[in-house]
């Protein structure tokens, strides 16, 4: 077991790199003069962010609790059949130290969050360089962070049990909290930028981030818990799932030890690419974004193509992950070809526009049909290219090799969470910068940083969907692997009126999941326009901007707070109930069709809604920096509007449709034993 000890000492390794960047961070000086309120609102909002992550917490640690009392009960084999309660206490546990490990990566993520925003926004009074390593260096801590605890607690795991169940288990702990914690930091953070937005630059005209705005804390303190501690329990959950089901297949033929070869080295590469990560005075961010990205890639395919050299394990195995991680790659390109600033969509969406806001859902949202077959076609390319490369090994190898592809494509996440959390980190820095009158220079650099940052966070959202693509065609193998080993037998053949059925019932939940996430910020945007307008109308020297006259921001606070906790349970839980209802009604052919809907509808509505909404909003900025009439236009009104409708989708219901996806898979194979012993049908 040489490897699993190795990925425990890289892990050790990575949290040391984390540690040091965020004392790095942590010790940058803030331009705080005393007058400009820099610290307050930094302060503001960190307070803001612990609150909502306090009282999210203790409403998943409820949920946790339950789930795992019912993990003991029942799996993996129900205590009233007088088997012993030892495994279902390993289960149980597993289950609580996966929800843990991604609640404590979340927190880690919104501790530096909250400091490098400030820090990145007193960065730019130097330059773009130094604003630009304060925003990089603190997504850093989050992506090691998050890959060092999932790689570590799944080794530590396998090694402490040798149970490859154990680790699954370990797994839906951390997609439930991934679940909820994402679906939560969702609709919060569109629950305050809707309202911020429509009341602020569409009814008032005023900045975005302008201080006489009752929702800007609120605006900003969304982006630490929707796109830093959510975004970051997902890819735990998508890197832990990949691990998990490669391990059920792995287990039969002897290759556990490649499968933690194959993380560690992922995560020694990303730690490389971290910390040699620069951009120069004049450079541009993204172009640094992304060769820090292909430079990790680089590596992970040098460095396992000399272990698996070394250690014997066949190349096609490797060749399978290698193509996963170019799918990965190829997902990202297509999503930055959509999405990007300085591309054709966007313009195009930018100059529909001048012709009023339906123009600009219509084109916005065509875009973002187009941009799922490049996409739905790389997952594709990789699951069916993986599989035929490793048919000629035999057996089980051709499944193994698309879950390797899985743990290709995640192979370098910790590079990749590293782009994506310095995008809130730098749009809470331009935020920031414009609320204490840091000056147009710093506004300037902020804005770049801030473009980059938007385009950064589509393709990384591009990377998880494709992620959670691949991870969950590898739990459906999982699946049936599991199946097998309850005595059971399961087939995916459609003309069977059983898997027709789960696949009708499976392909219409992600478009209910949805519904209620965005319906949730709906109702909770409309709540936050009242209070806006109230404060408005009744705080006199508001509206105009009066010396010593401030809003009162924790009222935003609490609406957002209160309607995210009350809104992230039911569509999380019904998408596990379905699950279980489907299972015992249908049994594992009903459960195998169903999983088919699901990932199919599910992986197009992620990469539709996230790209339309990526898309909508760098219009939006295109217009604000000058094009089609600049701020304030009915150009830029219309693509408010856009933005407004795309937020929901890019922010809230895209990206926790792949974490639904990754929990009903893992639901279905840990239930599998029940459903071969007891369904209707």
């Avoid at 040489?2 to 040091?20: D, E």
Wanted: aromatic share 8%; glycine share 14%; net charge neutral.
């Amino acid at each position: 077991m040489l490897w699993p000890i190795v990925a425990i000492v890289v892990s050790a390794l990575a949290f040391g790199v984390a540690a040091y960047f965020y004392q790095w961070v942590k010790r940058l000086p803030t331009a705080d003069d005393g007058k400009n309120g820099l610290n307050r609102i930094g302060q503001l909002i960190r307070q803001g962010a612990f609150t909502f992550l306090k009282r999210e917490y203790r409403t998943l640690v409820v949920f946790c609790g339950v789930v795992a009392v019912v993990i003991f009960l029942v799996y993996p084999a129900p205590l009233w059949q007088g088997q012993g309660a030892g495994e279902n206490v390993v289960m149980a546990v597993s289950y609580l130290f996966g929800s843990a490990l991604s609640a404590l990566a979340g927190y880690i993520g919104i501790s530096v969050a909250t400091l490098a925003n400030t820090r990145s926004a007193s960065a730019a009074r130097q330059g773009l360089a130094p604003a630009y390593m304060a925003g990089f260096r603190g997504g850093a801590v989050m992506g090691m962070a998050v890959v060092a605890s999932s790689l570590l607690g799944a080794a530590v795991l396998y090694l402490a049990t040798g149970d490859s169940e154990a680790v699954m288990a370990f797994s839906f702990g951390a997609s439930s909290l991934a679940l909820f914690a994402k679906a939560g930091g969702g609709i919060f953070t569109k629950t305050a930028d809707i309202a911020a937005d429509l009341t602020g630059k569409v009814e008032l005209g005023i900045p975005e981030d302008d201080p006489r705005n009752p929702a800007v804390i609120a605006d900003n303190v969304g982006d630490n818990v929707g796109d830093v501690a959510g975004m970051g329990a997902d890819l735990f959950d998508s890197n832990v799932a990949s691990t998990a089901a490669a391990l059920v297949v792995a287990v039969a033929l002897g290759l556990v030890e490649m499968i933690f070869c194959f993380g560690a080295l992922g995560l020694l590469a990303s730690i490389v690419g971290v910390l040699v990560a620069r951009v120069g005075e004049k450079g541009d961010p993204g172009r640094a974004l992304n060769s820090g990205t292909y430079l990790t890639c680089a590596l992970f395919a040098a460095l396992t193509l000399a272990a698996s050299l070394a250690c014997g394990y066949s190349l096609r195995i490797w060749g399978a992950a290698v193509l996963g991680m170019a799918a990965g790659v190829v997902i990202g390109i297509t999503s930055d070809f959509f999405v990007g600033d300085d591309k054709k969509p966007v313009k195009r969406v930018a100059e529909a526009c001048q012709n009023g806001p339906a123009f600009t859902i219509l084109s916005g949202f065509s875009y973002g049909l187009l941009s799922c077959l490049p996409s739905m076609a790389g997952i594709g390319v990789a699951a069916l290219g993986a599989y035929k490369l490793c048919e000629p090994l035999g057996g089980n190898y051709p499944m193994f090799g698309i879950g390797m592809a899985a743990v290709g494509m995640l192979s370098v996440v910790g590079m990749i969470i590293s782009n994506d959390a310095y995008g809130p980190i730098v749009d809470n820095a331009r935020g920031v910068a414009e609320m204490c009158g840091l000056g147009d220079d710093v506004l300037e650099i902020t804005d770049k940083l801030d473009a980059a940052g938007n385009t950064s966070k589509a393709i990384t959202k591009g990377f998880a969907i494709g992620a959670a693509g691949l991870t969950v065609i590898a739990l459906l193998g999982a699946f049936r692997e599991t199946v097998i080993q309850a005595g059971g037998t399961v087939s995916f053949n459609l003309m069977d009126p059983l898997v027709f059925f789960g696949a009708l019932i499976g392909a219409a939940i992600p478009a209910v999941f949805s519904a209620m996430l965005i319906l949730g910020v709906d109702k909770n945007s409309q709540r936050m326009v009242k209070e806006i307008h109230r404060q408005f109308d009744t705080i006199p020297g508001l509206r105009e901007g009066r010396e010593g006259v401030t809003p009162q921001y924790d009222k935003c606070i609490d609406i957002a707070t209160v309607g995210a906790i009350r809104q992230l349970i039911p569509a999380g839980l019904m998408a596990i109930l379905v699950t279980l209802a489907v299972g015992f009604i249908g049994g594992v052919e009903a459960v195998g069709g169903y999983l088919m809907g699901n990932i199919v509808t599910g992986l197009l509505l992620a990469m539709l809604m996230s790209n339309a909404g990526g898309l909508w909003d760098n219009a939006k900025k295109y217009i604000e920096s000058g094009h089609f009439g600049g701020k304030g236009s009915p150009a830029h009104k219309a693509a408010v509007i856009g933005d407004t409708v795309g937020d929901p989708f890019k922010d809230t219901a895209g990206p926790s449709i792949n974490t639904q996806i990754t929990v009903v898979s893992l639901v279905s194979s840990l239930s599998a034993a029940l459903f071969v012993a007891s369904s209707l049908f």
